[in-house]
């Protein structure tokens, strides 16, 4: 079994480099089926998720090759409507996004019900009701979904989401591209993704409009060419690494950000007597020797991201005074807290709400990443812990961090992975990377 291995008390100093951002190339590649013709993605972070995605679009018959590390051609001109791997796309939430793309470029999706972290019911209802509206026949049976566009075409609808939903936004936007029509998306989602997703569409020949306010045009299209795209950096990795400098009290320069879709975390912050500086693309955080309590409240783009949510609450964890975080999106994203109190720290938590009692010295433990961002909490309580912690079930954590011990081994952190044996096995440990 393979975990993290920490050693905590040393504060981050020095620089770190974000990759692009997960969740607009989860989107983007299932996007680069409706091309027909070479899309060239750069800044593609190397993380599982991104590839699983790859595996499912090569067995839809897209050609993939990676140009550089960071740099990879789809060409999906070949793709056919086959089922898709449903072993790997059970693991993905992102999965869903092959609702779309093979609903707009063959007019028949069959897909599983969407994996990924569990934080309670994720329902894809709103995913549904806009795949109905542009003229798709669905059906969920047996954990799968099921989506034929009647005529072998979606057409245009105008779609008002009952939830600002992300990926329903995202999901909609991919199906109406080549629909006959024009399709109307209100009450949208504006993360910053959702106008990287409409960006790399309108690069491959597509009309979406509106994409980062609450209503998106999209004017349907015959055709989409290849064409050349750069994902933009990644706000929850760069958010952890400041969240981590914070924490731990040292002085980190975040490089490759865009500092604009940062600026609901630097002044959350900057509330705790952290130093943010904002440069034209880089952040420099400088930790304070002692952090202040503060109130966070998730809430869709542009508030305080869900996904920064259990960070912030490692780091508050060690400021002074009570702190309250109020879950704003998911019914259950606190199972995290279970694992902090294992290291001393003393929070209560009332459904939505966590009431964190801060101003505690954290010890090393034995935890386990409950999902990707809850397992990038726990290394950040790791880092700030006296003695050694042990974080199990990493395989969430590789979903989305891109090289996250060798990141935070070139800052300072002492942190290995180490593959353990199974209990049936005898042997010492063996430390098999640094990143
Ligand atoms: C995406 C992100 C995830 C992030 C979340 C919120 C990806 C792959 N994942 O997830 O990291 O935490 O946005 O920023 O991009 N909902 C419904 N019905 C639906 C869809 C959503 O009720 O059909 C609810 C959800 O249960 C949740 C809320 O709406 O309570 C927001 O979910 P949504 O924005 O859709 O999240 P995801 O797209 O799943």
């Known amino acids: 079994m393979d975990k993290y291995v920490i050693h905590g008390g040393t504060a981050l100093h020095g620089e770190v480099e974000i990759s692009g951002a997960k969740n607009a190339a989860v989107a983007i590649i299932p996007a680069a089926l409706l091309v027909e013709g070479v899309c060239r993605i750069e800044n593609i972070p190397q993380i599982s998720d991104t ?196 924490a731990t009290g040292g002085e980190v320069l975040v490089k490759n950000v865009i500092p604009k879709h940062l600026e609901c975390i630097s002044a959350k912050l900057r509330e705790t007597g952290t130093i943010v500086q904002e440069y034209e693309d880089s952040v420099l955080v400088k930790g304070a020797s002692n952090l202040r309590r503060v109130n966070v409240k998730t809430m869709p783009y542009p508030g305080f991201p869900t996904d920064m949510q259990p960070q912030m609450g490692a780091l508050l964890c060690l400021a002074n005074g009570t702190s309250v975080i109020t879950e704003g999106i998911y019914d259950n994203r606190f199972k995290y807290v279970n694992e902090l109190r294992k290291m001393g720290a003393e929070i209560q938590v009332d459904g939505r709400i966590a009431i964190i009692e801060g101003g505690r010295r954290l010890t090393g433990a034995p935890v386990m990443a409950c999902d990707l961002r809850a397992g990038a909490a726990m290394v950040i309580a790791g880092m700030c812990a006296a003695g050694e912690t042990q974080v199990e079930d990493i395989h969430f954590i590789e979903r989305g961090y891109e090289n996250f011990v060798g990141k935070l081994r070139a800052l300072g952190a002492d942190i290995s992975l180490v593959s353990f044996p199974d209990e049936a096995e005898t042997g010492s440990d063996k430390i098999i990377a640094f990143g």
């Open 51 to 246: 590839d699983m995605l790859l595996t499912i679009l090569a067995e839809l018959g897209a050609r993939v090759s990676y140009i550089n590390r960071t740099t990879i051609e789809i060409d999906c001109t070949d793709a056919r409507y086959q089922d898709a791997p449903y072993d790997l796309m059970r693991k993905i939430r992102a999965s869903y996004y092959l609702i779309g793309s093979m609903l707009g470029r063959f007019g028949s999706a069959k897909t599983t019900m969407p994996g990924g972290c569990n934080f309670g019911v994720r329902p894809i209802d709103q995913h549904i009701k806009g795949m109905t509206a542009l003229g798709a026949d669905v059906s969920v049976k047996n954990g799968f979904v099921y989506a034929d566009a009647l005529g072998g075409r979606l057409h245009g609808a105008r779609i008002y989401l009952d939830k600002v939903s992300v990926g329903a936004t995202m999901n909609i936007m991919i199906a109406a591209v080549l629909a006959s029509g024009r399709t109307i998306i209100e009450n949208a989602a504006r993360e910053p993704h959702i106008v990287d997703l409409a960006n790399f569409l309108n690069s491959m020949g597509a009309d979406v409009r509106g994409a980062g306010t609450d209503t998106i045009k999209v004017n349907g299209v015959e055709k989409l060419h290849g064409g050349s795209y750069s994902i933009i950096p990644d706000q929850i990795e760069a958010g952890t690494y400041m969240v981590a400098a914070a």
